[in-house]
């Protein structure tokens, strides 16, 4: 085993020292080869390969088919992040400790209390107090996990306030009551979370005042709100922070926040990357009931590792405590007939400090210590190297999209958006080819799509498609702790802004 270990941290140096300069994507030719590995091992043989042989079929076979480049700084997909060093070094310490993070046995072992450390750590970064006010807090495996623990509890609040102080769907059903959760433009996971928790991808409701619009059409907001009330329907309103692809911020949060409190709205703010977008103006993510957000995209840590935060603890755990009966189960301060009045939620308060099992408050019992890799890299980091590197990924999102503004050949779609005056974009560029464009990349047929292969085909970098006004677009979100980093006083070797050009070039057949 000695030497298995030493192997593969050799492999882990090199990929580190070469993260850089690799291919971003696979050959078609390494995946060829590994689909038929898989395919001749993929049933279970009497006789097992033994690890030495095991280890030599992953290096040999099944890395080479793996994107290489997925946490280096030329991958624009979705927003994917990467892993800082200190992450890096904390995962492999996760795996090898094999902490079950599910109950808190502070004597036994500190990993619940780190863990709340690094919730509450992300939270200081994110501007929001979780010590006293957000205590309701767990780490999830992802943002679509935490969206369904916002709408989950969001759903017991809303039908307290509709139905009566007794009423829960946790424990009764929905029994006849009804849910809207009424979004603009909101992420897909909020459709899966309301079909997981039973509200129904039917009752979300798109209020955006245009289409990809995170901002909602107010006047629609408030007549709804007001029939919801008068026809017994709870409301859960989802506000995108860092709407998917253009980065941009919902507007007027307050005068929604006033809305829901006249009409008994819940407000669950979906915040994956946004929370830590670098912005002259406040994110107003205090203002939410819940929170959603992602450590394993803009915090760099290792997949999968999401962040969620209520306001209402009491009802966090009474939507998901693991027991039949809950009434008189939980600690004494959580116990639901007094949970639901002001005097509890003070006392709750008090107790903000008190760290629940993270099976009362979580999806899952038995849980991974994903912890370990966000506390070591926010303790390494700190608030300065964070934001360098949320500030290094505007400024290169930026210098793309200067580029792209300047050139015949591509059209910026979501340049111009109301943050700073002399920024063009959050961390995300979108764009399409102009129609006069050289590649001859026709917007109307499937120039779109020729457009992206032809630049993933590269291998130097990697974007991923959209719809964007009903057309097709591309996305370059960037997310990794590496990209920008440097970027304004790169000599020597090719920096990766200059990659980027080259590539937008040469498919243009303009380089
Ligand atoms: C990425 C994203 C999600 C889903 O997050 P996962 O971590 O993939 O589950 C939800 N909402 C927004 C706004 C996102 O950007």
């Avoid at 623990?149 to 059903?173: C, H, K, N």
């Avoid at 899966?192 to 955006?208: H, S, T």
């Avoid at 669950?268 to 002259?280: C, N, R, V």
Wanted: glycine letters at 8%.
């Amino acid at each position: 085993m000695d030497q298995l270990l030493q192997q593969v941290l050799q492999v882990i140096t090199q990929r580190h020292a070469e993260a850089s300069s690799t291919g971003v994507t696979p050959s078609s030719e390494a995946i060829a080869a590994a689909d038929n590995f898989v395919s001749l091992h993929g049933h279970l043989d009497q006789h097992g390969l033994g690890t030495s042989a095991t280890l030599a079929a992953l290096l040999e076979k099944v890395a080479p088919a793996l994107i290489g480049g997925q946490a280096g700084p030329r991958y624009f997909g979705f927003v994917t992040g990467g892993v800082t060093d200190a992450a890096l070094l904390a995962d492999l310490l996760v795996s090898s400790f094999d902490q079950n993070v599910q109950v808190h046995l502070p004597h036994v072992s500190i990993a619940t209390t780190l863990e709340v450390a690094a919730l509450d750590m992300a939270a200081d970064l994110m501007h929001i107090d979780s010590r006293t006010i957000f205590t309701g807090k767990t780490l999830t495996t992802g943002a679509t996990a935490s969206n369904v623990l916002g709408l989950a509890t969001g759903r017991e609040a809303v039908g307290l306030s509709v139905m009566g102080p007794d009423f829960s769907v946790a424990d009764y059903g929905f029994a006849g009551f009804k849910v809207i959760v009424l979004h603009a433009s909101g992420h897909a996971s909020i459709a899966k979370a309301a079909a997981i928790v039973g509200i129904g991808r039917k009752n979300c409701v798109d209020l955006a005042d245009e289409p990809n619009s995170p901002h909602f059409d107010i006047a629609r907001l408030e007549s709804l709100l007001r029939k919801s009330k008068d026809e017994k329907t709870g409301v859960i309103i989802v506000i995108s922070s860092g709407e998917v692809n253009s980065g941009a911020q919902t507007r007027n949060v307050p005068e929604i926040r006033a809305l829901a409190d006249t009409y008994d709205a819940w407000i669950h703010m979906d915040a994956a990357f946004g929370a830590f977008a670098p912005s002259t103006e406040s994110h107003n993510l205090h203002l939410a009931d819940s929170i959603t957000s992602d450590a394993h995209k803009w915090l760099n840590v290792p997949y999968d590792c999401g962040l969620f935060y209520t306001k209402r603890r009491d009802l966090l755990f009474q939507s998901v405590a693991p027991m039949f009966d809950v009434k008189g189960q939980g600690p004494a301060y959580l116990q639901s007939n007094s949970t639901r009045d002001g005097e509890q939620q003070q006392q709750l308060q008090q107790l903000g400090q008190d760290i629940m099992s993270p099976l009362m408050v979580g999806i899952e019992n038995s849980r991974r210590f994903r912890a370990l890799p966000l506390y070591a890299s926010l303790l390494a980091l700190g608030r300065d190297g964070y934001e360098q590197i949320f500030e290094a990924n505007v400024f290169f999102a930026n210098k793309v999209a200067a580029w792209m503004e300047a050139s015949p050949d591509y059209i910026l779609l979501n340049g111009n958006m109301e943050r700073g005056s002399d920024e063009l974009v959050s961390s995300i560029v979108l764009f399409c080819a102009s129609d006069s464009n050289s590649g001859g990349f026709n917007t109307k047929t499937d120039g779109n799509e020729r457009l992206l292969q032809s630049l993933n085909d590269s291998r130097e970098m990697y974007v991923t498609g959209t719809k964007w006004a009903g057309k097709g677009a591309i996305r370059l979100a960037v997310s990794n702790w590496r990209t920008g980093a440097g970027e304004k006083d790169a000599e020597g070797e090719e920096t990766d802004f200059a990659t980027v050009i080259r590539v937008l070039q040469r498919v243009m057949n303009t380089e």
